[in-house]
């Protein structure tokens, strides 16, 4: 692989481009006219995708287990997020709210099912994600049901306000930054080496010490808190919510991202989710089969490279592997003991 | 009493027809470690088999169900073992979970693009003429809907138990290692299963269709009851995926008409997460040794 340097230095260029990508370059006599609003928008969509995808990876990826439930818990981050801004609490708060609501839901949920045998978590958060659409859908006192909940006002940041889509695009990208460097530091902490040793041999996991229940629960309860908090921004960046964005098929496509992406390498969910967001946007000319194509497209990929787009990436680039602690090190997950 | 008996019939008829879909996902299992997440959409996609033969060729309903059954055997059992799951299962359980549920996803939207986003209504295979027994009506389609799918579901275990293939089936399905040391053609085995899983969704899809209508998005529903029935009764039991089938059919029902419509769907979840919690192995279902 690259050298640790040229690795930070690829991650700098690229949040770089990321600040710049909505503006307007011609003036210093770069010929890029940045983003219109509808692309920003997009960008912005793309990366609370990504935060979601990135609660998946490390339940998926790093930790080994499934989680069919991950737009029911972006959908509880979303709702939560909405009413306490609807009521009037400050947006900072919301959001911590809406990331321990779905840490809560996490655990509650987590724990019967890892009493009883680690495959059946896949079941029971199938179950959950069902019932919590219906949650959504029925109790209109609360969500407004079908008719959802409408003008979800932004945050305003020291007094200034994130009305403007870039505003708002460079505000989810900051958090999106501290996310990711949170979930870096995790994953490469004591506890992170802990979540991949239980999905390469919980036996032997066990028998070095690691809590398997707990170091499991806190994977699926931190990979689900990650999805509350998409959840949290996604609202207030459609400004509109209803049930349907949290149903079980959004939530089984998050699976679909992270694999496609690369599950258990770090860049997997950003890539995964530019797949799943950006993409349908370039092949807009396809239309209605562009789903079509995506899913012929993803059996493919399952059948001749089950790691992804990133593990693809790995097999192409000259093999000069050595997992390094860069921020892109997409080895990581795959460190043996 | 009377609408109770009424309920419990139609929720056996309904539950009948998930039993069918239900079996098929725990044979699949069984033989070949695959859970197939696209079932619901296996349901939903020979109806539209039948209505192509019908409105596009002209062909009458008897034989379009015949052309149904058949396609399905093609497209859902032999051409769903050789290009999706064959290359897929060296790789392990989840790429072909994901591979199947991107397959629901190519099934629903090709249904929608090549054919219609509508629901379709669907000749029934049945008179609908209503009895009255003993002061409970009864309808006559409701009671061939349950004889249709009894009976398949007798003459599938008749084959399982009593000829020498059905056997050879079991045992593939018990042990594939010992199977092929006894000199069993495993492989030709797991190809029968998956032609017997098309059968049952095409029969299934047949009799439910004129119930709710032939729609792309059919399966999601349906899916998720076969597999609620499936692990209900018992992930590793033919006899399981029955009771679980009739289960979820009848308790479905009866939650729509006492605890509430909007939350029918519930129950059979909170049915489901209670058997995982305090019956892990399903209602009929043996624990499993294997280790996950």
Known sequence: ?337 | MADFLQLLISGLATGAIYALAAIGFTLLWQTSQTINFAQGEFVMLPAFFALVAMTWLGLPFAVAVVIAIVCSMLVLGLMFKVVVVQPLIKQGVLPLVISTIALSVLLKEGVKDVYSAEAQPFPTLFPDVTLSVAGVAVSLAQVGVLVVAFGTIVALQWFLGATRIGRQMQATAQNPTVARILGVPVERMILYTFLINAVLAAMASILISPIYLAKFSNGESLGLAAFVAAIVGGFNQVRGAIVGGLLIGVVDNLAAAYVSTSYRQAVPLILLVAIILFRPQGLLGRREERAV
């Open chain 1, 1 to 337: 692989m690259i050298s640790p340097r040229l690795a930070w230095l690829l991650v700098a260029l690229g949040a770089l481009m990321l600040v710049l990508a909505p503006i307007d370059l011609t003036g210093i006599g770069i010929p890029y006219p940045g983003l219109k609003r509808y692309g920003t928008y997009i960008m912005t969509l793309w990366l609370v995708t990504a935060i979601a995808a990135m609660g998946v990876n490390l339940i998926v990826g790093y930790a080994g287990l499934e989680t069919l439930a991950q737009a029911a818990f972006v959908g509880i981050g979303a709702y939560v997020t909405a009413l306490m801004v609807k009521a009037g609490w400050p947006f900072g708060l919301a959001f911590l709210a809406s990331g321990v609501a779905a840490f809560a839901v996490g655990i509650m949920l987590g724990f019967p099912a890892l009493r009883v045998r680690k495959h059946y978590l896949a079941f029971v958060t199938l179950a959950f994600s069902v019932l919590a659409w219906l949650v959504f859908r029925n109790e209109q006192w609360l969500t407004g049901g079908v008719m959802g909940i409408g003008d979800i006002s932004r945050p305003t940041l020291f007094g200034h306000t994130l009305r403007r889509h870039v505003d708002f695009y460079w505000f989810v990208l900051a958090i999106t930054a501290v996310l990711t460097f949170a979930l870096w530091w995790i994953i490469r902490s004591p506890w992170g080496r802990a979540f991949t040793a239980l999905r390469e041999n919980p036996i032997r996991a066990e028998s070095l010490g690691v809590d398997v229940r707990l170091y499991t629960l806190l994977a699926f309860a931190i990979g689900s808190a990650y999805g509350g908090l998409a959840g949290s921004l996604y609202a207030p960046l459609v400004e509109f919510i209803d049930p349907n964005p949290f149903a079980l098929g959004p939530s089984l496509l998050f699976m679909l991202m992270v694999v496609v992406g690369g599950a258990g390498r770090f860049a997997g969910p950003f890539v995964g989710a530019a797949v799943a967001v950006l993409l349908p946007e370039w092949l807009r000319f396809a239309e209605g089969f562009y789903l079509l194509i995506y899913a012929v497209l993803v059996m493919t990929m399952m059948a001749f490279c089950p790691t992804g787009i990133m593990g693809l990436a790995e097999r192409l680039l000259p093999a000069r592997r050595r997992p390094t602690a860069a921020a892109t090190a997409p080895l990581l997950g795959e460190a043996k003991p």
